[in-house]
Nanobody, 126 residues
């Protein structure tokens, strides 16, 4: 059974950068149709912020992190990454990667995600 393990979270100051990693074991990560990044801030609902479409390895990042965050994949390491630049205090959250065995031509962030990582805390504070 596939597992996802995230790493790379931490405490940074506003304007700084972090790179989150999500490594799969038990299954090739691009065997999933979509690999997505979600986050959940204290007292708020979980929100999807980015996804990778395995068929063409395209990455999509949505507002409010569009233009600051970038997704990528490294086949050899069976790992996807979320590069986060120009971090803001409102980016403080627990970040999760998740993988879906379902396909859609609509919004992939609305799909069921059957495999989740454990989450990694990102805190942006001066």
């Amino acid at each position: 059974q596939a597992q996802l393990v995230e790493s790379g979270g931490g405490l940074v100051q506003p304007g700084e950068s972090l790179t989150l990693s999500c490594t799969a074991s038990g299954r090739f990560i691009l065997d999933f149709y979509f690999i997505a990044w979600f986050r959940q801030a204290p007292g708020k609902e979980r929100e999807g912020i980015a996804y990778i479409k395995s068929r063409d390895r395209s990455t999509t990042v949505i507002d409010p992190v569009k233009g600051r965050f970038t997704g990528s994949v490294d086949d050899a390491k069976n790992t996807v990454y979320l590069q986060m630049d120009s971090l803001k205090p409102e980016d403080t959250a627990v970040y999760y990667c998740a993988a879906s065995s379902y396909y859609t031509n609509d919004n992939p962030l609305l799909l069921p995600y059957d495999t989740w990582g454990q989450g990694t805390q990102v805190t942006v504070s001066s």
